[in-house]
């Protein structure tokens, strides 16, 4: 093998290690935006489990007012189911 073929030889495996490590320097890049949506999309998640939780809470609390309001009406006299104007 001639310094020529040599030459040519390490020239292509240091182009190939380059175009490696650029490779993998991108994956990483692709990586670490990732782990940052990742991140942002847990931290939403999160907030609207507690925001859900509430909202149940309060459904809860309406329901039960709406319930006594509706046992306190039929409590007394009779209603007419057909409002007075007819």
């Known amino acids: 093998m001639g310094a020529t073929q040599k030459n040519a030889g390490s020239e292509r ?19 670490a935006f990732q782990d940052d949506i990742h991140e942002s999309l847990n931290a ?13 809470r309060q459904f809860s609390i309406l329901s039960g007012r709406l319930k006594d309001i509706g046992d306190a ?13 007819y």
Do not use: F, N, W
């Open 73 to 85: 009406s039929s409590g007394g006299e009779q209603q007419d189911e057909t409002p007075p104007h």
């Open 44 to 56: 939403t998640v999160a907030k609207q489990d507690a925001e859900i939780l509430e909202l149940k």
């Open 13 to 31: 495996v240091t182009e190939s290690l380059a175009a490696l490590s650029r490779r993998v320097e991108e994956l990483e890049t692709q990586m």
